[in-house]
């Protein structure tokens, strides 16, 4: 396509390249012949130190907060299966989501259908500075994108980041990048499947060992320490001094 013969035509000359992850400028790297550097798209340390409880925010102080969180929650990225995943679930769970995206109206369709009213919360966009103490007070993030595309297959969502940077432990699909990071850090558990089910099994046997969530919940203080854009724009101040030599 268009798109395509600009690119093998332009990247070829390139001297200063970066992107997103590891795995897009490898491939890159390795159809053009050119250095990829990557800055990856994560947010400043956290530096605050006060957040607000779950009673401020009107959260149960008895049951374990499973969060979905992101401007695009979108159809065929995972919410529908993780509302689904909510029968199978006991009341000692509440799945809140918040955010933006288009499969919110089919997720409020679900709810009602199933009767789970009592065991979701939805809410829409929220500032981000409101949204970090939904974020800090959750007891896992989810990140339940599918490999339907390349976009997807090599995603690396903020919400991660964002969860790591509030202590909050993840449950992610086995997405390249993502896996990349949730495995070195020992964040969180990875999942093979998108069947409700097998979903709310995997969440179930994530509580019952509470040795190895502690252990994941503390390791997030040390990543987000390294995994923050601090980190990130030495690279990119890297690249844009060599164009002023």
């Known amino acids: 396509n268009t798109w395509l013969?600009?690119?093998?035509?332009?990247?070829?000359?390139?001297?200063?390249?970066?992107?997103?992850?590891d795995s897009i400028a490898e491939i890159y790297s390795n159809k053009y012949g050119v250095e990829v550097k990557?800055?990856?798209?994560i947010p400043r340390k956290n530096k605050i130190k006060t957040?607000?409880?779950?009673?401020e925010l009107g959260l149960p102080l008895d049951k374990k907060i499973l969060l979905l969180q992101g401007?695009?929650?979108?159809?065929?990225?995972?919410?529908?299966?993780?509302?689904?995943?909510m029968k199978f679930l006991s009341d000692d769970y509440l799945f809140a989501i918040i955010g933006g995206g288009d499969v919110f109206e089919i997720l409020k369709e679900i709810i009602k259908d199933n009767q789970l009213e009592n065991k979701i919360l939805i809410k829409?966009?929220?500032?981000?500075?409101?949204?970090?103490?939904?974020?800090?007070?959750?007891?896992?993030?989810?990140?339940l994108d599918k490999n339907t595309s390349l976009n997807y297959q090599y995603s690396l969502p903020n919400k991660l980041f964002d969860y790591l940077n509030y202590q909050t432990p993840v449950l992610t699909t086995d997405?390249?990048?993502?896996?990349?990071?949730v495995n070195r850090?020992?964040?969180g558990w990875i999942i093979d499947t998108h069947e409700p089910e097998q979903i709310a099994n995997k969440i179930q046997d994530i509580f019952?060992?509470?040795?190895?969530?502690?252990e994941f919940k503390n390791n997030t203080v040390k990543a987000s320490e390294e995994l923050n854009w601090e980190s990130e724009e030495l690279v990119l101040k890297q690249i844009y001094c060599k164009l002023f030599k």
């Open 208 to 214: 019952s060992n509470k040795i190895e969530y502690q």
């Open 185 to 187: 850090y020992k964040v």
């Open 5 to 21: 013969k600009i690119e093998r035509r332009i990247f070829p000359k390139l001297k200063n390249v970066y992107t997103v992850c």
């Open 175 to 181: 997405l390249v990048e993502i896996k990349k990071i």
């Open 51 to 55: 957040f607000k409880s779950r009673e």
């Open 71 to 85: 401007a695009g929650i979108n159809i065929d990225r995972g919410a529908e299966e993780m509302v689904k995943a």
């Open 124 to 143: 829409g966009k929220i500032p981000y500075s409101e949204l970090i103490h939904y974020t800090f007070n959750a007891d896992l993030g989810l990140s």
């Open 38 to 41: 990557v800055v990856r798209n």
